[in-house]
């Protein structure tokens, strides 16, 4: 995969976007995150290979050359910090979209930040906000992993139980395709944040719903029951004592509150 095969199969994206590959780095998120200063919004990083890939919540993300794409975006918003959480289901429902219209395979989300397939977790993104010394927003790194073949020797045995690959044989000729489509999907919806309607396309992908769930909070576990999200793809859950609450940010499982994958 080049710069070369992307750069033209781009729709839509901001004319100033530019595309750099790697072949390896430790992390695409953390590397923009340490030129963000020089670079111009809209800088894409793609590594072939990840040495530190990061997840959320301090775990990392599996990257081996040649069966993923590990991408992050260098943004800088016009809207204002508190839209920011807008980002990830934006990237959620462009990676759906570009999933399914490169491979032509049904994708789910689990709220708030990972694409399903065939019931395994295909994709994760991670979106780090970095901000001024005066509290403003600075700019913000999207990083995007999706697991498209499985790796030559499995997926690690601590990720394997959840994590799968859009295809069952590898194509890595196929990632040039799914970069565009996912910068080309992303964009059309992150240009007209945060007013446009995500929710019509996020909520029909929301696994889980009408099903019991536990939200992680650091220590702490609760039953709920997932009822949707509302227009900011906020996680809406009814506790077992009638509690309501609108989930914005953290974790959620349905595997036993000891299994944080
Ligand atoms: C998660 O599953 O919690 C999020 C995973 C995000 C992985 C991507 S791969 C490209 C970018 N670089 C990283 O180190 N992480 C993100």
Known sequence: MNELQILPLLLG????LTVRVMDECDSTNSRLKREADRLPADSVLIARRQTGGRGRLGRSFFS????????SLLLRPD?????LPLVTPAAAVAVCR????VYGVE??????????????????????AVFAPTGALSHAVLGIG?????PPGGFPEDI??????VLPAPAPETLPSLAAAILSEFYNLYSALPETDLYSAYAPRLLYVGQYINVLRGDSTRRALVLGTDTRCRLLVRYPDGEREALSGGEITVRPAEDKS
């Open 64 to 71: 081996p050359e040649g069966t993923g794409l590990y991408m």
């Open 160 to 165: 394997a139980p959840v994590a799968g690959a």
């Open 107 to 128: 994708t789910k989300i689990k709220w708030v930040n990972d694409v399903y397939a065939r019931g395994k977790k295909i994709c994760g993104i991670l979106t780090e």
């Open 13 to 16: 994206t901001p004319a100033g």
């Open 98 to 101: 570009a999933v399914e219209s």
């Open 79 to 83: 809207f204002p910090a508190e839209d």
């Open 146 to 150: 999706v697991n498209v073949s499985p």
